[in-house]
């Protein structure tokens, strides 16, 4: 250094970090005696700092040298500390000056190289370049650049031309022998072999990070040692006995570094334990992991104050193995605070604490501290502690992240003259006074500025931007020996107080961008000494807890603990994340809620705490599920008193209080009444109940946090619980752009001076107000993180230097004094995407009682519509409020981005309100017209809607298309039917029986499970998803859903009910389970009876039939078996039927009616059984004739039943009659007289008589096997005019079948046509007497026409019905041996209103309407809600003054202006009826109608819509024609056929030159749109999670120092000085953490057994939908995700399909995968690779660098079979803790999966479905952010 001095040639010491460097210069000036002039560089840096600064003195703006100017002018040593720090166009502007020892300054001046200078001098004198303005640059005048090697550490590497000027010299640690010679000097108590044992940690550790760096070697990368290891010694040296681990945790706390893997700690602990400082004292973990605790060994015994010296303290220490009364201490001397030593309150010291205070003192006494640990674990109150014992007043220092380096030391401002003056910060201050500076959260300090003061904390010594310097006693007092006091303060020198402190408190890592960093770097390793505090252990907690709350139960308090550390424990990251909501702080809050609320449950309290209501769906089910395991129930609510809860303000005991169920609290006097809100606010239950919770928490007197989406009502909750206490407010809103200083005073320029404003914070904290912050979470997170301070420390700093306290800590005149009413209410969107907030929560949530504030529940939203919309009808506002309960649904699965909430369902209802008369479309538009551009995201809303029975005219067609009626033709005699009155002339037999008292066998438990059937997952707990039909298009379908079936169904039966609703049974198949359908048709429970049909080789011929109510009996033909469920008492029997041929099958007799009767027989034999249920009797029948058919012929014959049985002989069919008489059976042969055809089959004969129109007596519908010719049958009596109940007794003997003819139908045999084996359904409605007939087209397409018809009408109504069969029925087997042979296209059933349920066999349900009085009430109905587009006749009126204005709004809200004029209508025909409107229509009608119907335009009134609408006159028909012309509705969106036809071919044409592009043949893209078409939803869902993760990385940030943009406030000084970098603008984060892809490995289960079960569960295709859900889902992300699709199977461990950079392009390349993967694993060999393919994709996974790892592996769970465990696959998994790896499991046999999944916590999942697939991505991703 001497040398390059000599040389006048400028040096750069480069090392590591350090204060070695530093050291170096200033020990070469001391010894060279030159001045120095230093300068710590940061990115916020700038050219004024370097060169010159603007200031103002007397409105005179001038110039002041700076460091780098002084140095040159006088020949001082200039330090550049931390160039890499500087930004890259900082620094060139002194490049003139190292090389040429020329800079041109600010003021005019310039800088001139001496050599030059004294040239010119030569020839010019001084006094003339004193007018040029040159300058002499000392010839002594040298640079020395202090900075780090970059690459090595972060930073900006040096500028080719700077680096050239400039001569090197590595500064290296010091050798073992320097540094065993420093520290012997320093510590001469401590073992010389102790010293040289810590000196060997740390070279070992350093050399192992070293090599770490280099590429070409394979080794665990270490975090670096610290350089020195001096603070170790001197602690030694004063308390020999302190355990040299615990002081090495604290100079180096890898422990706490969460970013570290196991194999980085097990090389730094197999250090420590090869120089013996790991096996002497054990570390202790807690459940969470999160710290390792060793102890000092040490406890303090007494602290005393030294006389004669002011500001010493006497620390006595005791070794911790000792008792007190036996030790002996050992004494340190510390310095103390100058207030008076007091013991700390309301603080609890358990025996870890006292260990943590020992450190505390320890480290104090020779350096600052970092105490480091998670969020809630105590750090404040501990510091608190240490301070209140010493005597020390705090400086609290807010940090954040855009905190620059000036802004740690001081802040420009202007005096009341406009003079610029710089005001010491309170860093500053604490040094100068002797105080306590506390750094709280420095982890969000950016780079380098921590590293500015680094001179401050190391050796007291900085140079303060206004040109003082601070300096420490030592050097204080040598310039003492030379100068006296003044004149050291002449000089701007200023004492650092021997007491001053800097406390810094930190959590273990830092939180960015998604991504969690460490920020412990090496650099600020070398500035602290750090106290590592970890989460109390259970007994710890609970002793904390029971003295603070000592009145809280011992069992609730040993629950919430032990609930607590099970979380803490976990190794699944989902669950393990929610740790954080469980600290001791919040723990605390539980604990005071439940003491002072013991009504509250446990269980609400906790979920409270963790904000579940936004949590993931698989986190919030692993947590609820946590929960049950530990016994911590949810409370069962009171629906009543929940619906009953309301608020109220009365008078007790002289006071006004606010009562809210039980909780009440005094309302406010003498407040600021303008402050206070004056809201309008409707009752409703849940909001009440929010009410309730808010006020609790406001008891407790804590600060309140409302979490939720938009428009729930945080706002006006807050406002009313406001209201009702009669509080004032004050409010600020935040955004992004909110900054510290405008959160806590404004700043203006008012005449040149700098004023500050009090924000509404500092007005609120003063007055006593509450203080609204509303969008919290737009600001960003540093920004609100100050609020912690206030709330936590009751202190905080202004911008303006003010401070606010909540007690007197001294007699600062700039301290502001919070009210002791003073507090917050804080509203934040929930995070996450889409509101792309902060996690305001997860930063500083957990000291504010949080509150979820979700959408107000079904109830509370309906009382809430009704209070803004009382005249809209409460069905439209169900349907509204189920569509946004739906739409909601979507948004937490990911389908859709948009939160609707209340706000918006409240805004369609006030315009129906207002305007009903214009339909609901349009209300709905103003919502939904925001979405009419994305069309995947129109088509859900439309699709959610339309179930809701909800119409929006997104372009849709509002239109009528009812089914054609037409006539019934005269009725045909087929068959007459007679009985011989006399006894004797009939042929009768008397049949063998045998009657016994049956015996049922069993007694097993049912199952019963909350399914869904949405997606026809039978896994998923939900509701039944009822897609409502009249959406857009009225049919006579009212509404459909899908009963989960995996397989089809088998039978369907009604069943009692007692209420008004049709619940109902469905038998299905694969595996048989028993679907029980619940009164409203939104549940479905299912009932597992696999294990009562195990496996059936092929369909099982199963009927099902309710016995009585409660009871089913389930028939197996095959098996002659019956199973009695007994629904009420969930238990299950079974009987065998005891025929005498057990092999053939039987039957059962179908409508029977008779309760509690049961017949069975066997086609083509001749034995019957009977079976009463009531009397628990089986009887055995013999007839003389092959049975064929029974039927009940009650209707008939009086007890008797209907025989249709062969005649042996004739094989002709024949009609019989079987009666019983007391216990006797008989048959008697009826005599048939057939008219054309032959004797027709009767399927059954209905009991319940209808009347013909054209014939009075009584008929009785008959089901026939109907042939092609025949609408429908009945019987009749014969003669007309005999009216007796039966129509078969011996008086009346005749009996006629009739039937309608129809037109023949042609009977061709279409080939492929699945239908052609399946019956017609049949049914009788009883209440509308009419009967139903579905008939499939012969042509086989998936559509029927349902046959309505009214026999009392005589008309027959033609609808047109959608029918299916589940895909694999026309390949299992050749048709003709279709099982389906047997049954029916449609089961049907009728309600109990008329209406017609049918069920086809894939499990569709729909219900229909079928009465046409009916249908036309729905339809007037219907035309109300849709309302008219038609936007033509709309007027513009100019009223003559308000009244006619008011008239005009209240005529159309009622109605009566719509239409022109008169509201008359136009079309065809009249109708008629009472009311207040009129019009005409089409058609005819009569009765005492509500109104009659108009036009599709100028509709009348609000009367009824059709002609006829009220009760049956005796003469007129009780139904009419529906008149389809009156409800005919035009809309803006008709376009002519010709265009229609012309954007239809021209789809077609695009798609033919699409396949001819991808050279596909149609049939490929059929099979591929099929995988497609099932993943549409999962896709979306997919990329929505994608996107939320690009939108919020993509988020820019401040960039100051800019010379355009906006002003930034904190620069108005600079800007009235007249500098140019005073602007903001946005701009890219720099983040110090590399961006780059995530990879994501998928590895598939291609074996033999996919295959193989493919038929069982779809396992293989669901294989092959997941992987085409990768490759869609992640198109276009690939710079972000990079992912590969490998499989294992029997073959092999790994065979690729898709690889990086080789991503399929199209829809041809991805169909290509999909066949390569199907043929893989239907040719492969039988085996399994499970394991090797997971530690395959492990090691492979990791080749190349990448941001984050994800490892997923596909199972079948097909492994226990293989002798594979469980433990096996987790540890592959765990293989390496880099790679987030996990396996699914996609298929299982019973319980397979769920076993394994159980095994390996946090690595398995299962899922059964592709649709979870999403859910469980989702849940991956966030579990790595969290690790």
Same mark, same amino acid.
């Given at each position: 250094m001497m040398q390059k001095d000599a040389l006048g040639q400028d040096m750069f010491l480069i090392g590591p970090p350090g204060p070695f460097k530093r050291h170096l210069v200033q020990k070469y000036a001391q010894l060279a005696h030159r001045e120095v002039e230093y300068i710590s560089l940061s990115k916020d840096m700038t050219d004024g700092d370097l060169k010159q600064r603007r200031e103002i003195r007397n409105g005179t703006a001038f110039y002041t040298d700076q460091a780098c100017v002084r140095a040159a002018i006088h020949g001082r040593i200039l330090v550049l500390d931390g160039i890499e720090k500087a930004e890259r166009n900082v620094l060139p502007i002194i490049n003139n000056l190292l090389e040429n020892r020329e800079m041109a300054l600010e003021d005019g001046r310039f800088l001139v190289h001496p050599k030059r200078f004294d040239l010119l001098v030569a020839s010019q004198s001084e006094s003339e370049l004193a007018k040029w303005k040159l300058v002499r640059t000392s010839e002594k005048f040298i640079v020395i650049g202090l900075g780090l090697p970059v690459p090595k550490y972060e930073g900006h590497p040096l500028d080719p031309p700077l680096r050239s000027r400039f001569q090197a010299r590595n500064i290296n640690i010091p050798t073992f022998l320097t540094q065993i010679t420093e520290l012997v000097k320093i510590a001469p108590n401590v073992p010389q072999k102790t010293l040289e044992k810590l000196i060997s940690v740390g070279i070992v550790l350093r050399a192992e990070a070293t090599t770490a760096q280099s590429s070409n070697t394979a080794t665990v990368a270490i975090p670096e040692f610290p350089t020195t290891l001096v603070p170790v010694a001197r602690i030694l040296n004063k308390a020999p006995g302190v355990n040299p681990r615990s002081l090495l945790d604290s100079v180096?706390?890898?422990?706490?570094?969460?970013?570290?893997?196991?194999?980085?700690?097990?090389?730094?602990?197999?250090?420590?334990?090869?120089?013996?400082?790991?096996?002497?004292?054990?570390?202790?973990?807690?459940? *969470?992991?999160?710290?390792?605790?060793?102890?000092?060994?040490?406890?303090?015994?007494?602290?005393?104050?030294?006389?004669?010296?002011?500001?010493?303290?006497?620390?006595?220490?005791?070794?911790?193995?000792?008792?007190?009364?036996?030790?002996?201490?050992?004494?340190?001397?510390?310095?103390?605070?100058?207030?008076?030593?007091?013991?700390?309150?309301f603080f609890v010291q358990t025996d870890y604490h006292a260990s943590l205070t020992a450190n505390l003192v320890l480290v104090h006494s020779i350096s600052d501290i970092c105490i480091i640990g998670p969020k809630g674990v105590g750090k404040s109150a501990l510091l608190r502690a240490m301070i209140d014992s010493l005597g020390y007043s705090t400086e609290y220092i807010p940090v954040y992240k855009d905190m620059s380096a000036r802004d740690l030391l001081q802040r420009r401002s202007t005096n009341l003259k406009g003079d610029t003056i710089w005001e010491d910060s309170a860093l500053v201050k604490a040094a100068i006074e002797g105080s306590c500076a506390v750094l709280d959260g420095i982890e969000v300090l950016g780079e380098g500025v921590l590293a500015s003061v680094s001179s401050l904390i190391g050796e007291r010594e900085v140079a303060l931007p206004d040109g003082r310097i601070l300096i420490g006693r030592e050097r204080y007092s040598f310039l003492r020996k030379s100068l006296s006091e003044q004149e050291i303060a002449n000089r701007n020198v200023v004492r650092v107080h021997d007491s001053f402190r800097i406390v810094a408190l930190a959590r273990p890592t830092l939180q960015l961008g998604g991504q969690r960093g460490?920020?412990?770097?090496?650099?600020?390793?070398?500035?602290?000494?750090?106290?590592?505090?970890?989460?109390?252990?259970?007994?710890?907690?609970?002793?904390?807890?029971?003295?603070?709350?000592?009145?809280?139960?011992?069992?609730?308090?040993?629950?919430?603990?032990?609930?607590?550390?099970t979380l803490r424990g976990l190794q699944d990251e989902s669950l393990k994340s929610l740790a954080g909501a469980l600290s001791t702080r919040q723990l605390l809050r539980c604990v005071r809620r439940l003491t002072l609320f013991p009504e509250d449950s446990l269980h609400e309290v906790i979920l409270k705490a963790q904000l579940w209501q936004f949590l993931p769906s698989l986190t919030r089910e692993a947590l609820e599920r946590l929960l049950k395991e530990n016994n911590i129930l949810k409370k069962e609510e009171d629906e009543v008193a929940f619906k009953e809860l309301t608020y109220s303000v009365h008078v007790e005991n002289g006071v006004d209080v606010l009562r809210i169920g039980n909780v009440a609290h005094p309302v406010s006097k003498d407040s600021n009444k303008l402050l206070i809100p004056d809201i309008v606010f409707y009752d409703n239950p849940k909001q009440t109940a929010v009410l309730q919770e808010m006020l609790k928490d406001y008891i407790l007197g804590e600060h309140l946090l409302l979490v939720g989406n938009q428009g729930v009502g945080k706002n006006k909750l807050v406002d009313k619980l406001l209201q009702l206490l009669q509080l004032p407010r004050e409010y600020i809103q935040l955004h992004r752009d909110t900054t510290i200083h405008s959160l806590t005073s404004t700043p203006s320029i008012v005449n040149g001076v700098i004023v500050y404003e009090d924000s509404p914070l500092v007005r609120a904290a003063r007055e006593g107000y509450i203080l609204v912050v509303d969008e919290a979470d737009k600001a960003p997170t540093h920004v609100t993180s100050v609020l912690k301070s206030l709330v936590e420390d009751g202190e905080m700093v202004l911008s303006d230097g003010r401070r606010l306290m909540y007690r007197d800590n001294d007699s600062s005149e700039n301290a502001i004094f919070v009210h002791k009413n003073f507090r917050m209410f804080v509203l934040a969107n929930r995070p996450g995407f889409p509101f792309l907030g902060n996690d305001f929560y997860g930063e500083i949530g957990d000291v504010f009682a949080a509150h979820c504030v979700g959408n107000p529940d079904k109830i509370s939203e309906l009382y809430l519509l009704k209070k803004y919309a009382p005249s809209v009808d409460e069905d439209i506002l169900i349907k509204l409020i189920d569509s946004f309960n739906d739409l909601r649904r979507l948004?937490?699965?990911?389908?859709?981005?948009?939160?609707?909430?209340?706000?918006?369902?409240?805004?369609?209802?006030?315009?129906?309100?207002?305007?009903?008369?214009?339909?609901?479309?349009?209300?709905?538009?103003?919502?939904? #017209?925001?979405?009419?551009?994305?069309?995947?995201?129109?088509?859900?809303?439309?699709?959610?809607?339309?179930?809701?029975?909800?119409?929006?005219?997104?372009?849709?067609?509002?239109?009528?298309?009812?089914?054609?009626?037409?006539?019934?033709?005269?009725?045909?005699?087929?068959?007459?039917?007679?009985?011989?009155?006399?006894?004797?002339?009939?042929?009768?037999?008397?049949?063998?029986?045998?009657?016994?008292?049956?015996?049922?066998?069993?007694?097993?438990?049912?199952?019963?499970?909350?399914?869904?059937?949405?997606?026809?997952?039978?896994?998923?707990?939900?509701?039944?998803q009822r897609i409502d039909a009249r959406s857009s298009i009225f049919t006579e379908q009212v509404y459909a859903f899908k009963v989960p079936c995996n397989g089809e169904v088998l039978d369907v039966c009604r069943t009692s009910s007692t209420g008004k609703g049709d619940p109902f049974y469905v038998l299905t198949t694969n595996p048989i389970a028993l679907h029980c359908v619940d009164e409203l048709h939104r549940k479905v429970q299912i009932v597992d009876l696999y294990e009562f049909f195990p496996l059936q080789k092929s369909l099982p011929n199963l009927k099902m039939i309710e016995l009585i109510p409660g009871v089913l009996v389930l028939h197996n033909a095959d098996e002659n078996v019956l199973l009695w469920l007994n629904m009420n008492e969930k238990k299950a029997y079974s009987m065998n039927l005891d025929f005498t041929d057990r092999k053939r099958s039987s039957a059962l007799a179908t409508a029977i009616s008779r309760t509690g009767e049961l017949f069975f027989f066997q086609p083509n034999g001749q034995q019957l059984v009977f079976i009463d249920y009531l009397k628990s009797q089986k009887t055995s029948i013999v007839l003389p004739t092959l049975i064929r058919r029974v039927l009940d012929g009650g209707a008939l014959v009086p007890n008797g039943w209907l025989i249709q049985?062969? #005649?042996?002989?004739?094989?002709?069919?024949? #009609?019989?009659?079987?009666?019983?008489?007391?216990?006797?059976? *008989?048959?008697?042969?009826?005599?048939?007289?057939?008219?054309?055809?032959?004797?027709?089959?009767?399927?059954?004969?209905?009991?319940?008589?209808?009347?013909?129109?054209?014939?009075?007596?009584?008929?009785?519908?008959?089901?026939m096997k109907t042939p092609i010719f025949s609408h429908g049958s009945f019987v009749k009596a014969q003669p007309a005019g005999i009216a007796e109940e039966m129509l078969l007794h011996q008086n009346a003997s005749i009996m006629s079948l009739y039937h309608w003819p129809r037109q023949p139908l042609k009977a061709e045999k279409i080939v492929g046509n699945r239908f052609s084996n399946l019956n017609d359904g049949f049914v009788y409605l009883e209440q509308s007497k009419q009967m139903v007939t579905v008939i499939p087209k012969d042509d086989g397409t998936q559509e029927g026409v349902m046959e309505i018809i009214n026999p009392r009408m005589g008309t027959v109504r033609s609808v047109k019905v959608p029918v299916s069969i589940p895909a694999y029925a026309t390949t299992e087997r050749p048709l003709s041996d279709a099982p389906m042979k047997k049954r029916a296209v449609l089961s049907m059933i009728e309600l109990h209103d008329g209406n017609l349920l049918t069920v086809d066999l894939t499990g569709m349900?729909?219900?229909?309407?079928?009465?046409?009085?009916?249908?036309?009430?729905?339809m007037a109905d219907w035309k109300r809600l849709v309302g008219s587009l038609e936007v033509s006749s709309l007027k513009i009126l100019y009223s003559g003054g308000p009244d006619e204005e008011k008239n005009a709004l209240e005529n159309d809200a009622a109605g009566n202006q719509n239409g022109d004029g008169n509201g008359e209508g136009s079309g065809e025909g009249n109708g008629s009826g009472e009311g207040s409107g009129n019009g005409s229509g089409k058609g005819d009608g009569q009765g005492e109608g509500s109104g009659g119907s108009g036009g599709a335009s100028g509709s009348g009134g609000e009367g009824g819509m059709s002609g006829g609408s009220g009760e049956p006159s005796a003469s007129g028909r009780e139904d009419g024609t529906v008149d389809l012309s009156t409800f005919n509705l035009r809309t803006a969106n008709d376009v002519p056929r010709e265009v229609t036809e012309a954007q239809k071919e021209m789809h077609e044409m695009a798609m033919r030159k699409r396949l001819e592009q991808l050279k596909m043949t149609e049939k490929e893209m059929k099979s591929f749109s099929q995988y497609r078409?099932?993943?549409?939803?999962?896709?979306?869902?997919?990329?929505?999670?994608?996107?939320?993760?690009?939108?919020?990385?993509?988020?820019?940030?401040?960039?100051?120092?800019?010379?355009?943009? #906006?002003?930034?406030?904190?620069k108005l000084v600079e800007g009235v000085t007249g500098e140019r970098a005073i602007y903001k603008r946005r701009g890219d984060d720099d983040s110090t953490f590399q961006q780059k892809p995530k990879k994501m490995y998928v590895t598939f289960d291609l074996s033999a057994s996919m295959t193989r079960f493919n038929g069982l569960d779809s396992r293989l295709d669901r294989s092959l939908e997941c992987a085409l859900l990768i490759m869609e889902a992640f198109k276009s992300f690939e710079h972000k995700f990079q992912y590969r699709i490998s499989a294992h199977s029997g073959d092999t461990a790994n065979i690729d399909f898709v690889t990086e950079k080789k991503y399929p392009k199209d829809e041809k390349d991805m169909f290509g995968v999909l066949g390569k993967m199907n043929g893989h694993a239907r040719f492969c060999l039988s085996g399994d690779n499970t394991v090797a393919a997971v530690e395959q994709v492990v090691d492979s996974i990791v080749a190349e660098e990448a941001d984050d790892y994800f490892a997923l592996i596909l199972s079948d769970a097909n492994v226990t079979q293989y002798n594979i465990r469980p433990e096996v696959i987790a540890r592959a998994l765990k293989k390496n803790d880099k790679v987030n790896a996990y396996i699914i499991f996609i298929g299982s046999i019973k319980d397979q999966a769920e076993s394994l999944t159980k095994a390996m916590p946090g690595n398995a999942f299962t899922c059964l479905n592709t649709k979870d697939l999403p859910k469980i991505l989702k849940t991956i991703f966030v579990n790595s952010m969290l690790k």
């Open positions: 180096y706390p890898h422990a706490l570094m969460e970013t570290l893997e196991k194999e980085q700690i097990s090389v730094i602990e197999a250090t420590y334990q090869r120089f013996d400082f790991g096996s002497e004292v054990s570390g202790k973990k807690t459940a *969470s992991g999160s710290a390792w605790a060793y102890d000092s060994n040490f406890r303090i015994a007494n602290i005393k104050i030294v006389k004669g010296k002011k500001l010493d303290a006497i620390v006595d220490l005791i070794p911790s193995s000792m008792k007190k009364s036996n030790a002996s201490p050992i004494s340190i001397t510390v310095k103390r605070g100058t207030k008076k030593l007091s013991a700390p309150l460490n920020w412990l770097s090496p650099e600020i390793m070398n500035l602290f000494v750090f106290v590592p505090m970890r989460t109390l252990s259970y007994a710890e907690e609970k002793e904390v807890i029971q003295a603070i709350c000592p009145s809280i139960g011992e069992k609730i308090l040993d629950e919430l603990l032990a609930f607590a550390n948004v937490d699965e990911g389908l859709i981005n948009y939160p609707y909430s209340t706000r918006e369902l409240v805004s369609v209802v006030k315009h129906l309100q207002s305007f009903p008369r214009e339909g609901l479309s349009r209300a709905l538009q103003n919502v939904f #017209d925001f979405d009419s551009y994305d069309t995947d995201v129109k088509e859900l809303i439309i699709t959610t809607l339309s179930k809701n029975g909800l119409h929006i005219g997104m372009e849709s067609d509002f239109k009528v298309d009812l089914g054609s009626e037409k006539n019934l033709p005269e009725p045909e005699l087929l068959e007459v039917w007679s009985r011989s009155a006399q006894k004797g002339g009939a042929m009768m037999w008397e049949c063998a029986s045998e009657a016994l008292r049956y015996q049922m066998l069993g007694g097993w438990n049912l199952s019963f499970t909350d399914q869904s059937a949405s997606d026809g997952d039978v896994k998923r707990n939900s509701g039944l049985g062969m #005649d042996s002989s004739t094989n002709l069919l024949q #009609d019989y009659a079987l009666t019983r008489s007391d216990k006797k059976w *008989s048959l008697e042969l009826l005599q048939v007289k057939c008219t054309k055809h032959p004797l027709h089959e009767i399927e059954a004969i209905y009991p319940t008589r209808f009347d013909h129109f054209d014939y009075p007596s009584a008929s009785y519908p008959v089901s349900v729909r219900v229909w309407q079928t009465q046409a009085q009916s249908i036309l009430k729905e078409q099932n993943i549409v939803r999962e896709t979306r869902e997919l990329r929505a999670i994608i996107e939320a993760t690009e939108a919020k990385n993509k988020e820019r940030v401040w960039l100051r120092n800019q010379s355009t943009g #906006d002003v930034d406030d904190t």
